[in-house]
């Protein structure tokens, strides 16, 4: 779609004078490092720059327990006022003592998750239901990595699901999203991310919302707009051309549904193969309105693929064993 050339991992020495895109698998950290790197906007990379390493993290979508808290260089406390509607009751600390005082406080409601605000797909994570959790918990914690990313500890749901919303933007294509992430059995029989199934609009959060689409995805789409409008907003300096959001939908401890933003990605992600293939039927077809879009991660030696699938990756990851990963358009909608 960008009608560039592939040429590798990024090399510095090999790469000067050439205008490049950049495909990102973590969020670039710092203004000064995406500049250098000749990233001035959306339109120089698929993923994202932060301007500072927490910003990234979890750790932006909660309050500070106190107004004297530790605090990162950079942080918005405006933010975290604006998105409280749509998050969980919770806080952030850059300390361990303040991590501390805030899980005290929880605790006073019912149990809660502590979870390391650099930490992905659901590793590393807690549930607190005792002073004495709190205290094993907190004792597992490292202060460096606590200062620099900070813990969030926010209350825990039940009968859950993970909503994903996003928006991907390559060159003149922009789309918006609202799907589930499906689960399976990885090669040792645990439990792996299986995929995710998108419904995926042509344009910005405005032309998503006008789609039909379930009251539950689109509460989680209004409040993912809101979490990425207040993004952009208060932290000056961050680009982002693939923003996705997971949205946590279940029952608080007084049997309300709940929804909430958990964290963002900007960065290369899971789904990613699902939103591209949703961008090229965009490119194709422009009388395209919507489109349903899968990925999934197969794991096995031979899975069966349907016939009409991109397949992006199969053979014997290192880390997993063999394992396809494939996407797909499931249905067309075009516009009237």
């Avoid at 992006?312 to 075009?334: I, M, N, S």
Wanted: hydrophobic share 40%.
């Amino acid at each position: 779609m960008k009608r560039c050339e592939f040429v590798g991992p990024y090399d510095v020495s090999a790469s000067l004078g050439k205008q490049l895109y950049f495909v990102t698998n973590e969020t670039l950290i710092g203004r000064n490092r995406a500049l250098q790197l000749g990233i001035e906007s959306e339109d120089d990379l698929f993923g994202g720059a932060a301007p500072y390493g927490f910003v990234a993290t979890k750790s932006i979508g909660h309050p500070l327990i106190a107004n004297a808290a530790a605090v990162p260089a950079g942080w918005s406390k405006d933010f975290a006022n604006e998105v409280s509607q749509a998050v969980l009751v919770g806080f952030s600390s850059f300390s361990l003592a303040d991590a501390h005082r805030a899980g005290l406080s929880l605790l006073g409601r019912g149990p809660f998750r502590l979870k390391p605000g650099a930490a992905e797909g659901g590793l590393e994570q807690v549930v607190v239901s005792r002073v004495a959790d709190l205290e094993a918990a907190i004792d597992g914690l490292k202060q460096a990595e606590i200062e620099r990313c900070g813990v969030v500890l926010e209350e825990e749901l039940v009968d859950t699901i993970t909503c994903s919303v996003g928006r991907v933007k390559i060159g003149d294509l922009l789309a918006t999203y609202c799907g589930t992430q499906q689960l399976t059995r990885n090669n040792a029989g645990a439990t792996a991310y299986g995929g995710s199934t998108l419904f995926v609009a042509r344009g910005d959060f405005d032309n998503l919302l006008e789609s039909d689409i379930a009251p539950n995805d689109r509460l989680a789409v209004a409040q993912a707009r809101l979490y990425d409008g207040a993004a952009f907003r208060h932290f000056p300096g961050l680009i982002a051309s693939r923003r996705n959001y997971d949205i946590v939908q279940g029952q608080d401890v007084d049997g309300q549904h709940r929804s909430a933003v958990l964290e963002q990605s900007w960065r290369l992600g899971g789904s990613t193969g699902a939103e591209v293939v949703a961008l090229e039927a965009f490119a194709a077809e422009p009388r395209l309105k919507a489109v349903r879009a899968a990925c999934v991660e197969a794991y096995g030696e031979n899975p069966a693929i349907p016939a009409d699938a991109l397949i992006y990756f199969h053979g014997d990851d290192p880390d997993v064993g063999p394992l396809t990963k494939y996407a797909r358009v499931e249905a067309r909608h075009h516009a009237l």
